[in-house]
T-cell receptor, first 116, second 110 residues
Framework: DTEVTQTPKHLVMGMTNKKSLKCEQHMGHRAMYWYKQKAKKPPELMFVYSYEKLSINESVPSRFSPECPNSSLLNLHLHALQPEDSALYLC???????????????FGPGTRLTVT | DAKTTQPNSMESNEEEPVHLPCNHSTISGTDYIHWYRQLPSQGPEYVIHGLTSNVNNRMASLAIAEDRKSSTLILHRATLRDAAVYYC???????????FGTGTSLTVIP
């Protein structure tokens, strides 16, 4: 099974709401990622987890809070978002965190987030 | 991080070969060249990667210039399902960071 699943597919939230995005993989991957993608733009890296520990935070505002409760799950907690945070949020995973040259990343279909 | 430059868009006729170029003049000696594509309404998917030698797989071929300052992704027979945005990415020797370039939007004409 080479699938990365993301829930929900769509999410509409107000600026005062708290919500969470969920990502799951069962490929035994030990690195997981969150990306943000605005319309007609490339994905932008937000966070990287290696062996369930946060290894990279690309200076993301604290209103985005990632969590990796186990090697198969990755959450992104959202609080007090702004309308400009509306985007497609992509989750990805890869097999080995630090193999030379990098492993291919498997992406989920994304969660389309709208902040009103 | 080393950057990549790609044409914004390209067109190809169905069943013709497609050559998608990528310039990466600031590539370091240990950067790997990765290609991903993103079909409409989907997450990106891996296509191919290489370091110095040309690479082939079931999806495509990757031709890397001798000085490594450029590379070309080759789709041997374009199909309508190959219409996507193709991203050329440089990945450091170790580490998980993936920084996408602007990509090339490929249109396949029936």
């Amino acid at each position: 099974d080479t699938e990365v699943t993301q829930t929900p597919k769509h999410l509409v939230m107000g600026m005062t709401n708290k919500k969470s995005l969920k990502c799951e993989q069962h490929m035994g991957h030990r690195a997981m990622y969150w990306y943000k993608q605005k319309a007609k733009k490339p994905p932008e890296l937000m966070f990287v987890y290696s062996y369930e520990k946060l290894s990279i935070n690309e200076s993301v505002p604290s209103r985005f809070s990632p969590e990796c409760p186990n090697s198969s799950l990755l959450n992104l907690h959202l609080h007090a978002l702004q309308p400009e945070d509306s985007a497609l949020y992509l989750c990805a995973s890869s097999q080995v965190a630090h193999r030379v040259g990098g492993d291919e990343q498997y992406f989920g279909p994304g969660t389309r987030l709208t902040v009103t | 991080d080393a950057k990549t430059t790609q044409p914004n868009s390209m067109e190809s006729n169905e069943e013709e070969p497609v050559h998608l170029p990528c310039n990466h003049s600031t590539i370091s000696g240990t950067d790997y060249i990765h290609w991903y594509r993103q079909l409409p309404s989907q997450g990106p998917e891996y296509v191919i990667h290489g370091l110095t030698s040309n690479v082939n797989n079931r999806m495509a071929s990757l031709a890397i210039a001798e000085d490594r300052k450029s590379s070309t992704l080759i789709l041997h027979r374009a199909t309508l399902r190959d219409a996507a945005v193709y991203y050329c990415i440089l990945r450091a020797l170790t580490g998980n960071q993936f920084y996408f370039g602007t990509g090339t939007s490929l249109t396949v004409i029936p």
